[in-house]
């Protein structure tokens, strides 16, 4: 090392959100001070984002092995097995943060950055969801949040040519400072032509590929590591700006460098940009890199070796090739019209060195930057609130008087309308594998060249999670695991996105950690490894918290394809069966918000052990080809439920006759209670009694309530020993208007 | 939706595809047609339309580079779906200058078969192969959904194995499909029948309601006056196997095949 240039002031750590102590660990590291690049290097590798200092210790908990997975946690994505060769490639990320301050290269890089992901693992993006939090439409800067959102994600991958091919959306005031975009994607690999991002074999040379390096995101890291304030719209420079044109060329220009036998690792430049994906490929292999700031294409002149580590332009990549093979994989990048350059080599000594005109600037450990990062314990507690929240006395909430009208209100609130708005401005039909489009329980694309199909949802109820993490947290699993069956298929892999509040503060540390456990839990039980993630904290603006999101993305395998299921009625005369109890499951439902203004009570009780026998009933007699149509009782309750087998279809609309017995709940839970565990199954009639006797064999309790066709949607409630009944008697064309069109309408006429 | 007629009675079209001795017909093994689809930067339907033609239809689909400058031997040209050029400055704007477009042009005067889909249709626009231009969708959003068109004539190359006046289910997929061209070349257009599909709802209607983009006069897809250019904005690619839920786009491949193979017999139609 030439010269150490600067000493370091004191304020310039802070500006760094680096503590005293961390910088008292970079000195011991180093053995003396570090310059300003190597101090930028630190902060954004030590930064919450990519060093997962608060959450590591937690997510080691997770189980993350099982006999499907071909690559677990700590790569660029996770990788499941589906038989034939072949394995699905997934993984979900959050771009919270700059999706507020701009929302739509916010979100349009989210789905850019983690379609790199992807394709830096060797497969070929075929799938993209997204689970997207807003405040409510009432206010003009949600529904502008929204628009760019869905826009900047529309145009990012219809230009990409992936298929957004479903995902979900809550709107809840407490995302109007705060909002969610978490972008899921999958792709499909050769088991065998998994690549990593691993600097193996000294002497090996570092070849740069992609758009040219600039100014922008210097520090977004560090930006989606820090809480928020009334200025946090003047941050918006640490946005970078997306290109998918020259993302689609990257694409087809990995998979060509990966077709033939040239590359040894290949990892993109995500979050913290050059610093990041040169030392964890050469921490990874153990090794170091020489890396020679010279010939990175730039954008402008005068670029600082510190804006050049940092910058988080987008659509930019970093290989390690086979000594030997620079030139073939120059000829690769150069028939893609991409910037490439031979910026270093692998080296034996476990050091990130940087030069820059001859000098060097910063010469670091390798494996200090990528994983000696600080870790830490932070204390948790429950908040004080807590038990304000889930007590809640339901005598003193007066019993549905018109349900007709509420069941009108919920359908038309964002959260469980139509989503149509959003999803007919994202091309879900590129690649021509979707089978099931946007607006079932999960979205299946099949497996060209196979029989298989896979299902992929994403999901997570955020409010129940407020009321109880661990309850939360394990209805989440469940949730998703029970869309996936509806479709018919097995759940084999998750990926998770873990959308928190400020680690520092004890009661998001107590969310946190719960929520773990609550994933933990009900993985184990279901067999449902977790392969892939990504923490966000600081999801926080002026001291207000979002709620605990631990948003799951669940992967099914439909091991034959026609077996393929979806939610929608499909013909007049069958028989339609409710699988599973209700109770008296009000609390944290959207019946309480919608009407009761009340996020309140505790989340649904669940049995991990009575959802498993339901998911194996169900996948047994979607599989023998008995069911018409499956679907999950979940947001708005049965009667939700039975509305939207009515009104999904792409086509046609049913209606339905029901009678419910109302024994001894109320007629609000019955209806609109959001009890777990329940399935509506629609059958042919005349197999209705072969599949209820079934089910009551396999312990789980199932009746027939009703039948499909008509014209109009009837609930008969019959008197129970507490209330009289009730009934719900609408025409069919009616709710879905009020479904369909929903949020278009509160779009327009704001 | 698709009435599939009971018996072949011959062919519908009245513009023969003319014999060119510039394009060697000249099968790839196996007796199939060799297709072409270029592959712009930026395509990215390029891979469906290979998929319809190859492994549904059976036939030899040659992936072509957009720096090629010489076409041989191929029966049909796709200029196929995506964002070529990233739809930079206008779409279809900078694809036109791509070294394989004067190939294409040559291929398609001496009267081969060019179909161009959505962004294809844009680039045919640009080139001058297609009269007209496209403008922003009307509600200014990517519309992605099913739309229902009407075969206005099924004497062309390209719709030979339809109905005149079939209603097909078939699915959109862009922000710039409003079409537009002066009353004049409309006029002419409608004289000469060279507005091949019309949206419509789904009973056949071709009305302002029906039309999701705002185009000119409902067109979803034109013709040249030689027969031989066929441009549309929806996806017959998207729509063509039973695994999908809908075939009604896949006559518009077994149109183009009908027509190749010299309007002689029925086409063994694969897979169904």
Same mark, same amino acid.
């Given at each position: 090392m030439t010269q150490i240039n600067q000493l370091i002031a004191?304020?310039?750590?802070?500006?760094h959100n680096l503590t005293d102590d961390e910088y008292k660990k970079i000195i011991e590291i180093l053995g003396r001070e570090p310059n300003i690049t190597e101090l930028g290097m630190f902060s954004v590798m030590w930064s919450e984002h990519c060093s997962y200092k608060s959450s590591r210790v937690h997510l080691k908990k997770l189980p993350t092995t099982g006999p499907r997975v071909v690559q677990g946690p700590g790569e660029n994505a996770g990788a499941v097995d589906i038989g034939g060769g072949l394995c699905v490639v997934f993984k979900m990320e959050s771009h919270n943060h700059p999706s507020f301050i701009e929302p739509f290269q916010g979100a349009a890089t989210g789905v850019g950055g983690i379609l790199r992901d992807i394709f830096t693992m060797g497969a070929r993006p075929i799938a993209l969801l997204d689970a997207l939090r807003f405040g409510e439409l009432e206010q003009e800067k949600n529904r502008h949040l929204l628009k760019g959102v869905v826009a900047g994600i529309s145009a990012y991958g219809n230009c990409m040519g992936v298929p957004t091919v479903g995902g979900e959306i809550v709107f809840n005031d407490i995302y109007s400072q705060n909002p969610l975009v978490n972008v899921f994607c999958l792709g499909i690999a050769h088991k065998d032509k998994i690549f990593l991002g691993t600097a193996a074999g000294v002497g090996n040379p570092v070849i740069y590929f992609g758009s040219k390096t600039g100014r922008d995101g210097i520090h977004g890291a560090t930006m989606a590591s820090d809480s928020f304030d009334d200025q946090s719209e003047q941050k918006r420079?640490?946005?970078? &700006? @997306?290109?998918?044109?020259?993302?689609?060329?990257? !694409?087809?220009?990995?998979?060509?460098?990966?077709?033939?036998?040239?590359?040894?690792?290949?990892?993109?430049?995500?979050?913290?940009?050059?610093?990041?994906?040169?030392?964890?490929?050469?921490?990874?292999? +153990?090794? +170091?890199?020489?890396? #020679?700031?010279?010939?990175?294409?730039?954008?402008?002149?005068?670029?600082?070796?510190?804006? !050049?580590? !940092?910058?988080?332009?987008?659509?930019?990549?970093?290989?390690?090739?086979?000594?030997?093979?620079?030139?073939?994989?120059? %000829?690769?990048? $150069?028939?893609?019209? !991409?910037?490439?350059?031979?910026?270093?080599? &692998?080296?034996?000594?476990?050091?990130?060195?940087? $030069?820059?005109?001859?000098?060097? &600037?910063?010469?670091?450990?390798?494996?200090?930057? =990528?994983?000696?990062?600080? %870790?830490?314990?932070?204390?948790?507690?429950?908040?004080?609130?807590? /038990?304000?929240?889930? *007590?809640?006395?339901?005598?003193?909430?007066?019993?549905?008087?018109?349900?007709?009208?509420?069941?009108?209100?919920?359908l038309e609130s964002p959260t469980v309308a139509s989503k149509r708005w959003v999803y007919e401005q994202y091309d879900h039909m590129v690649r021509t594998n979707t089978m099931v489009r946007p607006g079932s329980d999960a979205a299946v694309v099949r497996i060209k060249g196979t029989n298989k199909a896979i299902a992929m949802t994403v999901d997570c109820n955020s409010r129940y999670c407020l009321l109880h993490p661990y309850e939360g947290a394990r209805i989440a699993v469940a949730e998703a695991a029970r869309n996936l069956v509806c479709s018919g298929a097995e759940p084999i892999g998750l990926t998770d996105c873990l959308n928190f509040g400020n680690p520092e503060r004890p009661e998001v540390m107590w969310q946190f950690v719960l929520a773990i456990e609550g994933m933990k839990d009900a993985c184990e039980h279901f067999k449902v490894p977790i392969v892939s993630g990504n923490v966000s904290f600081y999801n926080e603006t002026n001291g207000l918290s979002i709620y605990p999101t631990p948003m799951l993305g669940m992967v099914g395998l439909i091991d034959v394809a026609d077996k393929t299921m979806t939610q929608w009625f499909k013909q007049d005369g069958d028989a339609i069966l409710l699988l599973g109890k209700t109770k008296?499951?009000?609390?944290?439902?959207?019946?309480?918000?919608?009407?009761?203004?009340?996020?309140?009570?505790?989340?649904?009780?669940?049995?991990?052990?009575?959802?498993?026998?339901?998911? #194996?009933?169900?996948?047994?007699?979607?599989?023998? +080809?008995v069911v018409q149509s499956a679907h999950d009782c979940s947001d708005g309750g049965l009667s939700v439920a039975l509305a939207e087998s009515c009104v999904s279809a792409p086509d046609a609309r049913r209606g339905a006759v029901v009678r419910l017995p109302l024994?001894?709940?109320?007629?609000? =839970?019955?209806?609109?209670?959001?009890?777990?565990?329940? &399935?509506?199954?629609?059958?042919?009639?005349?197999?209705?009694?072969?599949?209820? *006797?079934?089910?009551?064999?396999?312990?789980?309790?199932?009746?027939?309530? @009703?039948?499909?066709? +008509?014209?109009?949607?009837?609930?008969?409630?019959?008197?129970?020993?507490?209330?009289?009944?009730?009934?719900?008697?609408?025409?069919? /064309?009616?709710?879905? /208007? %009020?479904?369909?069109?929903?949020?278009? %309408?509160?779009?327009?006429? =704001? | 939706m698709l009435a599939q007629r009971a018996a072949w009675e011959g062919p519908r079209w009245t513009r023969a595809v003319k014999p060119n001795p510039a394009i060697s017909l000249q099968r790839s093994e196996g007796g199939e047609m060799k297709i072409g689809v270029v592959v712009f930067p930026g395509s990215n339907c390029d891979h469906d339309c290979q998929h319809v033609f190859k492994d549904v239809l059976g036939q030899y689909v040659e992936m072509i580079w957009h720096k090629e400058t010489l076409l041989a031997g191929l029966d049909a040209i796709v200029l196929p779906g995506g964002f070529s050029y990233g739809d930079y400055l206008r779409t279809g704007a900078i694809a036109r200058f791509s070294p394989v477009m004067g190939a294409v042009k040559e291929f398609a005067k001496s009267g081969g078969m060019v179909l161009g889909i959505c962004n294809g249709f844009q680039i045919l626009l640009e080139a001058g192969l297609l009269p007209g231009a496209m403008l922003r969708n009307k509600s200014l959003y990517f519309i992605c959904k099913d739309v229902f068109v009407k075969v206005e004539t099924a004497a062309t190359a390209f719709t030979g194995a339809y109905e005149s006046g079939q209603v097909l289910k078939i699915p959109i997929a862009h922000a710039d499909g409003n079409y537009y061209t002066d009353p004049v070349t409309l006029a002419a257009m409608q004289a000469n029948a060279q507005i091949v599909l019309r949206y419509c709802t789904p009973e056949g209607k071709v009305m302002p309601e029906a039309n999701p983009n705002g185009s000119l006069d409902n067109i979803a897809g034109i013709i040249n006056p030689e027969g031989n250019v066929l441009g549309m904005m929806p996806h017959p690619e998207r729509c063509a196997e039973v695994m999908l839920g809908n075939e009604d786009g896949k006559l518009i491949f077994l149109s183009m095949l009908e027509a190749l193979k010299g309007n002689k017999k029925q086409l063994k139609m694969v897979g169904t």
């Open positions: 004191k304020d310039l750590i802070a500006q420079p640490t946005v970078q &700006v @997306g290109d998918p044109f020259t993302e689609k060329l990257l !694409l087809e220009a990995c998979l060509e460098l990966m077709a033939g036998d040239l590359l040894v690792g290949i990892q993109d430049m995500g979050a913290a940009g050059l610093t990041s994906s040169s030392c964890e490929m050469a921490s990874r292999a +153990g090794n +170091g890199i020489d890396l #020679d700031l010279t010939d990175v294409p730039r954008r402008e002149p005068g670029m600082t070796p510190y804006e !050049l580590m !940092l910058s988080e332009s987008q659509e930019r990549m970093l290989m390690v090739a086979q000594a030997g093979k620079e030139e073939e994989c120059i %000829r690769i990048c $150069k028939k893609w019209d !991409l910037d490439v350059a031979v910026v270093g080599r &692998v080296t034996g000594d476990g050091i990130l060195r940087v $030069k820059d005109q001859g000098k060097v &600037v910063a010469e670091i450990p390798a494996k200090s930057l =990528a994983d000696d990062g600080p %870790r830490y314990e932070r204390p948790y507690s429950p908040p004080g609130y807590q /038990d304000m929240l889930t *007590n809640l006395n339901y005598d003193a909430l007066p019993d549905v008087k018109d349900p007709n009208a509420v069941l009108l209100s919920l008296e499951d009000l609390g944290g439902s959207e019946y309480l918000k919608v009407l009761h203004h009340r996020e309140q009570g505790s989340p649904p009780f669940l049995s991990l052990e009575t959802e498993k026998a339901l998911h #194996d009933f169900i996948l047994n007699v979607i599989r023998e +080809g024994d001894a709940l109320r007629r609000d =839970a019955l209806l609109f209670g959001e009890s777990q565990s329940r &399935v509506l199954l629609s059958v042919k009639p005349e197999m209705a009694d072969q599949v209820l *006797n079934r089910a009551w064999d396999s312990g789980i309790p199932a009746m027939k309530i @009703g039948t499909v066709g +008509g014209d109009r949607f009837i609930i008969d409630v019959e008197k129970g020993q507490w209330s009289e009944g009730c009934r719900i008697d609408l025409p069919v /064309d009616k709710l879905h /208007d %009020r479904w369909a069109f929903s949020i278009e %309408r509160t779009l327009n006429e =704001a | -």
